[in-house]
């Protein structure tokens, strides 16, 4: 699979090793991340037409992603 547009390694280059670190000591914050990468991926797959939802799901998924992306930078801080 080509690479996703907006992964975590992506929005925060310098933060990678603070992640996988607080996943493997925070399982909240797994989880979110977790979220994240799905939410991200469904973002990408509707972005690029490979599947077909309403633009009222898609800007819903944007904003979900958004939040989600605000909770993962406010526990790195």
């Known amino acids: 699979m080509p690479h996703t547009p907006d992964a ?8 990678s090793a603070n992640i996988s670190a607080l ?9 979110v ?7 991200n991926l469904a973002v990408y797959r509707a972005e690029s037409r490979l599947d077909l939802i309403t ?3 898609e800007e819903h998924l944007r904003r979900a992603r958004a939040v989600l992306k605000d909770q993962i930078w406010a526990r790195m801080k």
């Not at 975590?8 to 933060?15: M, V």
């Open 55 to 57: 633009e009222e799901y």
């Open 33 to 39: 991340v977790a979220e994240y990468d799905a939410v």
């Open 8 to 15: 975590l390694a992506d929005e925060f280059p310098n933060k």
């Open 23 to 31: 996943k493997g000591t925070d399982a909240h914050f797994a989880t």
